[in-house]
């Protein structure tokens, strides 16, 4: 066989498809030694397979997924990812499996949403009020469709998550997503978010004018060993971003932020008031969290749920 191999920088794309061939090889009862010796191959050319640093050809994948005893949606899935290694854009399914594997391996992460409430912050019923309006999702599709959403927060459960700090513009929260109800639930999980000592929000008063995050919406991954990645979505794609001045461009973005949004005191403070004064009317003779788990959250919190559908 033969083993025509480019090694180089891993990418998003060699990683998750190195991440995939472990599982695969985990769940088979093998190891990378006993791979390399059925297959006649070094033990360091397994690991760099399943570091993203070294790229396989198909053959050599298709030999190692034979091995292991993958087939079906799974086989086409990663053989897919070897076909195209430098392809930019991912479809929904393979973005949000590919986001939620890179986000619980960081070491960091900064998030800033142009018009809505960060994802990771949302609460069932402002995710539910934003699903309802999105015309290309099939309305049969939509409760899943929101368990795959709401499963990346999933991401605040494992032992170490990363430091998250989220930029939200106050324009945002002045939108009366979902109706007052809706927007006082999710004002008074932002304040219970914001003493989780993981998680940082920062206001964008709207007395500032015009700032950097006019421009759109982009999560930036920091991670212990590998460089940063920038991840951008459109309504059919999502973009992860790896060249050095790219992911630069975004960060220089997240610094200008920092430099006219509230601090985490003065952020709590004005969402508080926020609460009070706009959707307090709302609040009024309701507990918070007094429903107890919906289905929704049940099957997120179900085990292996939220890992294969689109974003």
Known sequence: MGHTVT???SSVRSRQLGDALRSAMENARLTGKRTAYLLGWSESRISRFFTGKLAATEIEVSALLALYGVTGSERDRLLELTRHPTTLGWTPAEAVRTLTDHQRKASRLTEVHAATVPLLLQTESY???????MVNTPTEGTEQFLVDRLARQRLFTIAHPPQCTFFVPELVLHLPVGGPKVMSEQLHHLLCMS???HVTIQLIPSAVGAHAGLTGSCVVMEFSDIGPVTYVETETAGYFIEEHADVSAHQNVFTALAAVALDQDQTRAAIGRLAT????SARAGSRLGTNGPTEIRQRIEAPGSGQHHRV
């Open 277 to 280: 004064d706009r959707y307090g």
């Open 195 to 197: 003493v989780r000592s």
């Open 127 to 133: 995710a539910r009020a934003i699903v309802s309006r």
């Open 7 to 9: 090694e180089e920088r």
